[in-house]
């Protein structure tokens, strides 16, 4: 049987950090819409909230989480020796 050999973060390929950067950037993109291109109009059309702005926002937010939980709660893969034949029995 083998014995785990070494631990290591998965790191980058964790799809928390995907998601944090996607959450991050499209949050950022309607910040920037709600605060620089909302007009009466579309004021109107949500009852009077910016929902850009607070979409935003709350995107941003849920991205900053994303981030901060990959980050302080590392996925940790543990890396095997590969057995001695084709068939994975190894030495016995």
Request: aromatic letters at 8%; proline letters at 3%.
């Amino acid at each position: 049987m083998s014995e785990p050999v070494k631990k290591q973060r998965a790191g980058l390929f964790d799809l928390r950090y995907v998601l944090a950067l996607l959450f991050v950037v499209y949050g950022a993109v309607l910040t920037v819409m709600g605060i620089g291109f909302t007009s009466q109009a579309g004021l109107d059309k949500s009852d009077g909230i910016n929902i850009n702005l607070w979409g935003g926002i709350v995107m941003l937010l849920v991205g900053i989480a994303f981030a901060l939980w990959a980050r302080l709660r590392p996925i940790v893969v543990t890396e095997t020796e590969p057995a001695d034949d084709a068939t994975g029995a190894g030495e016995n």
